[in-house]
């Protein structure tokens, strides 16, 4: 069993940033693929960025040149960057581990873009 846990969601202005985190605990972190998925209310989730076990790294077009998603080992975290934020990016974030179909999930964070 693999137990995640989000942190960093806040309320930002267009054009900030903010840096999500997600700790995991329960087994190990390193053999998992990582990903951050959101949720804004009426549509469905979707991927935002996923990292593999070797470091490799993914991206939804609406995020990339502005969203980083990177792990580190050590700590069994693995995080996600976002700067340049827009309104459409609220949403609530959510961290996976080993996948969409068949991995664990997170509780989710909640980011909301607003002046």
């Known amino acids: 069993q693999v137990r995640l846990v989000e942190s960093g969601g806040a309320l930002v202005q267009p054009g900030g940033s903010l840096r999500l985190s997600c700790t995991t605990s329960?087994?190990?972190?390193?053999?998992?693929?990582m990903g951050w998925y959101r949720q804004a209310p009426g549509n469905e989730r979707e991927l935002v960025a996923d990292?593999?076990?070797?470091?490799?790294?993914n991206y939804a077009d609406s995020v990339k040149g502005r969203f980083t998603i990177s792990r580190d080992n050590a700590k069994n975290t693995v995080y996600l960057q976002m700067n340049s934020l827009k309104p459409e990016d609220t949403a609530v974030y959510t961290c996976?581990?080993?996948?969409?179909?068949?991995?664990?999930w997170g509780q989710g964070t909640q980011v909301t873009v607003s002046s």
């Open positions: 996976n581990a080993g996948g969409a179909a068949l991995g664990y």
């Open positions: 329960g087994s190990r972190f390193s053999i998992y693929a």
């Open positions: 990292i593999t076990t070797g470091g490799s790294t």
